[in-house]
């Protein structure tokens, strides 16, 4: 769509005007929303959300036993403390938010059941021009909005990722994605084989063992866990001192950042020590003669991918009371009865469930354009993972791999707050970012080193990322631990930042 189409449509239909729209009322769109209230009070401010309700993945996913798989002290927000077990379930989640919404107002500035189709941004007026449909009703809804803050999530919610098997469509039983699990799925007495090794076949596991007949967990290769209680000794000594929920929420998330920034620390310096610590945490629950060196002992350091937190060791428990097991074999094919492994082995099963992943999903599979020019994600360069070259007033929410999301959702809420009264204060319209005349040479390279990190929905999903720079600046880094202090110090005026 041309500018002028775009101008002509936004004429024909009043449009709304605010000065930041949110895309999606998730962890991080709440977020935002509670951190425009707080710190630019008297900014105007809608949130359009598709679902029809907030929460993000903790209302779309619904599988057995959907839990967080890192501490809510650190994946909660920063300003509201959390007082329940660090583990916690997605309604426990959603009510914390839920909390959020009521305590601080927000709830008049969400809309629900709004999907967004186009996002076009008008040089000539500085303002973005959204068109969405009321899914409810069905009405095309238009607004335009000087900033646009995208806090959608980085996966396709409306699907999952499974692969495509041989003989699928023989399979006489149940095939089922954690992501779209069926109301009221029966699975009492039934065999179960879940294919994935990630936090989501780690959750479903053990909430369907001792219910099914038996649960196999099927994996291509093994992946990391760490275990421990569903509980924060530090943060229970401190209740019984009486001490306030507020001092005992940033107490607790300090010291777990600690931790985490030593453990993560250790996974670059001595990987070989940290895995055998992990592995001997391992055999003290399964015993000497479960085979850990095929079924849980990775090929990758730690730290390559996410390493999910297993509570109370519920996935091994399980499997050593025999109520799961473990597979590691790749499949051959499906039959008319369940799976044929490439080692010959057949799993019998009455219900599949791939666990195998999601759609990447940039900027919410909203098609976006600038000045009536298709906007090609790809070719832009990231500004700290949050900005990018060529796209005006606009920042996006992408959290954290190896710590927990809403960390660099807050750090984010606070650089675009900033960012915002900084325009006020110019008289400034329009921001964007661009390579400095000194990053002339430097390398240009993908989104993320897969060295460093390397998902499967991200290697997939590579080439609709934007680029990075060889330039710490111009990266999306895992380090929180730097960036908390950085962030806050950005020079506005730096000359990476454009203003008109």
């Known amino acids: 769509m041309s500018e002028a189409d775009t101008l002509a449509r936004t004429a024909a239909r009043p449009a709304e005007h605010f000065d930041v729209l949110i895309v999606g009322a998730g962890i991080s769109g709440v977020g935002g929303a509670y ?10 401010y809608v949130v359009l959300e598709a679902a029809e309700t907030f929460g993000g993945t903790w209302w779309t996913h619904k599988y057995p036993g959907i839990r967080s798989d890192s501490d809510l002290h650190t994946f909660g927000y920063r300003f509201k403390p959390w007082v329940g077990p660090p583990i ?10 839920g909390d959020v919404i009521e305590e601080n107002g927000l709830g008049s500035h969400i809309r629900y059941q709004h999907k967004i189709s186009s996002a076009s941004w008008s040089s000539a007026e500085n303002r973005w021009t959204i068109e969405a449909t009321n899914t409810a009703t069905g009405e095309a809804v238009v ?3 000087q900033f646009l803050w995208m806090c959608q999530g980085y ?16 399979f006489q039983g149940s095939i089922v994605h954690p992501q779209s699990w069926p109301e009221g799925l029966d699975y009492t007495g039934k065999r179960v084989v879940v294919i994935g090794s990630g936090a989501s076949a780690a959750t479903i596991v053990p909430a369907m063992a001792g219910k099914a007949a038996h649960v ?3 994996q291509r290769s093994p992946t990391y866990f760490r275990t421990g209680r569903n509980a924060i000794e530090l943060a229970e000594e401190l209740r019984k001192l009486g001490v306030e929920e507020t001092w005992i929420h940033e107490i607790t998330r300090r010291k777990i950042l600690l931790e985490q920034s030593v453990f993560t620390e250790r996974c670059f310096k001595e990987p070989e020590q ?22 849980f002992t990775p090929s990758y350091r730690p730290w390559r991918q996410r390493i999910a937190f297993v509570p109370d060791a519920d996935l091994f428990q399980a499997v050593a009371r025999g109520d799961a097991s473990v597979a590691t074999d790749e499949i051959e094919s499906f039959d008319a009865t369940g799976i044929q492994l490439k080692s010959g082995r057949h799993l019998d099963a009455d219900i599949i469930v791939t666990a195998t992943g999601f759609h ?51 750090l ?13 204060a110019k008289g400034a319209k329009r921001v964007e970012v661009a390579l400095r005349p000194e990053d002339a040479d430097m390398e240009i390279l993908p989104w993320i080193d897969p060295e460093n990190f390397n998902p499967g929905y991200l290697m997939r999903g590579m080439h609709l990322l934007p680029k990075r720079g060889a330039k710490y600046e111009w990266q999306h880094t895992q380090d929180y631990w730097r960036e908390k202090d950085e962030f806050p110090k950005i020079d506005l005026d730096g000359p990476e930042f454009l203003y008109r």
């Not at 916690?88 to 938010?97: F, G, H, V």
């Not at 994600?377 to 949050?386: I, K, L, P, Q």
């Open 143 to 145: 607004i335009t909005a």
């Open 35 to 44: 951190h425009l209230a707080t710190q630019c009070p008297g900014t105007s």
């Open 412 to 424: 984010v809420g606070d650089f675009v707050c900033r960012l915002l009264k900084h325009m006020q």
């Open 360 to 410: 990447l999903n940039v900027l919410g599979d909203i098609e976006f354009a600038i000045d009536g020019k298709p906007l090609a994600f790809h070719e832009t360069v990231t500004y700290r993972g949050m900005m990018f070259t060529g796209i005006p007033n606009l920042a996006w929410v992408f959290g954290y791999f190896r710590a927990s999301w809403t960390l660099r959702a807050d």
């Open 216 to 218: 196999t967990m099927l």
């Open 88 to 97: 916690a379930t997605a309604d426990e989640i959603r009510k914390y938010m």
């Open 155 to 170: 996966y396709r919610h409306a699907e999952g990722y499974t692969p495509e098997w041989p003989g699928m469509a023989s």
């Open 274 to 295: 940290v895995k055998q610590e992990m592995l001997a945490n391992l055999r003290s629950i399964l015993g000497p003669d479960y085979d850990i060196g095929t079924h």
